[in-house]
């Protein structure tokens, strides 16, 4: 790098660390003076039947990560019905076929288009508005904007907005398992039913169509024989080189001969690590899930489409080189995590296997 070329890295840095750090102070002091730093657990109105929960965010994982809170306001508030506020078209089918859940808005990037959501969520004079996560600006604002009587959040000293019912801070490190957390360190009434794993509902549409592509991706398979489903992809450091995949599938083959493994690709110009071996890419996240829920076993990276997996009930083994399991562990039935040394192709393989012959699932 040239000494401009550096120096202007520097500035830039000192620049960005410049404006967190005013953010910072302002959000302190807007807290003292008008937000919530403490928090508030109190009942809901008794009347509290339209929700809104804002998370103004692309990540599939993160979305995936509402579907426990979701679950569990479903299940206590049964007479409610719960609108949601993301940023993806394509997670939309995913949100839609929660239980309760009734509109999911989704936020347009155009300036005309942002006002016109804003108008047309301010109409539905919500009750409740929730903002699941501690530390998003953007939530806040939305929820802000709402218009909702009620607001849940997290208190915090940064917690600049006016909250009718806080949690303070949360017991869990799991990303998702906070949302839930939320519920029942604001809500003291009604009483919050608990849902800890992630949770997706194809429609039937999405369950056949993901079994014609089964058939088609897998062919006609002797009866029993485990397949398992694989993701290599993952984003910046939390990606296993692709070596490792090499290395792991030739482990899979020799401790488990009989295994079928599928490879789940991010799009249909994406090159497979094995071209010989079965890949499917499927563009539908629903459709996706419901193929997904056909595997004995699936193997990711911390992903997306690892949470997918584990939310469409699969037993997910899921990997961990730059990630801690702690905040982003699969969360579903028989999922496991593996990091540190234990993170070698072989080991790995072994455990899969290992998995397959004792029927966990």
């Known amino acids: 790098m040239s000494k401009g070329a550096a120096q202007t890295a520097t500035w830039g840095n000192w620049a960005r660390q410049w404006r967190r750090n005013n953010r910072r102070r302002l959000n302190q002091l807007l807290a003292r003076l008008l937000g919530t730093p403490g928090a508030r657990r109190r009942p809901l109105a008794a009347d509290t039947r339209r929700i809104l929960v804002v998370r103004l965010n692309k990540r599939l994982g993160n979305v995936l990560f509402l579907t426990p809170m979701l679950r569990s306001l479903a299940a206590s508030l049964p007479e409610a019905r719960i609108d949601i506020v993301i940023q993806s078209p394509a997670q939309v089918d995913l949100l839609q ?58 208190a915090n000293a940064d917690q600049w907005l006016p909250l009718t019912h806080a949690a ?137 489409p690892m949470h997918l997996a584990a939310a469409a009930g699969v037993p997910v083994v899921g990997l961990f080189q730059a990630t801690a399991p702690s905040h982003y562990a699969p969360l579903g039935q028989a999922c496991i995590s593996l990091e540190g040394e ?8 072994r455990v899969v296997v290992d998995r397959l012959a004792t029927g966990t699932d």
Not at 99 to 118: C, D, E, I
Not at 281 to 300: E, G, N, Y
Not at 342 to 349: F, G, M, Q, V
């Open 168 to 304: 303070g801070r949360s017991i869990s490190r799991h990303q998702a398992l906070q949302a839930v957390e939320l519920l029942t360190g604001g809500i003291s009434d009604p009483p919050i039913e608990r849902f800890d794993t992630l949770a997706v509902f194809p429609e039937a549409c999405d369950r056949q169509a993901a079994e014609t592509l089964w058939h088609d991706t897998l062919g006609v398979m002797a009866p029993r024989t485990p397949v398992i489903g694989f993701f290599s992809r993952a984003t910046g450091d939390k990606q296993l080189a692709r070596p490792w995949w090499e290395a792991f599938l030739a482990a899979v083959s020799q401790a488990g001969p009989n295994a079928v493994l599928v490879e789940i690709l991010p799009g249909p110009d994406a090159d497979p690590i094995d071209p010989a071996r079965p890949h499917v890419a499927i563009a539908s996240l629903t459709q996706l899930a419901a193929f997904m829920a056909r595997c004995d076993q699936f193997v990711a990276a911390d992903s997306g």
């Open 97 to 154: 076929s929660l239980p309760g859940v009734g509109r999911v808005w989704v936020q347009k990037n155009r300036v005309f288009g942002l006002f016109g959501l804003l108008r047309a969520i301010r109409r539905e004079r919500y009750d409740l508005a929730i903002d699941p996560t501690g530390n998003s600006a953007s939530n806040r604002i939305g929820m802000a904007l709402s218009g909702a009587r009620q607001r849940l959040g997290f």
């Open 342 to 349: 234990r993170l070698t192709p072989s080991h790995t393989a």
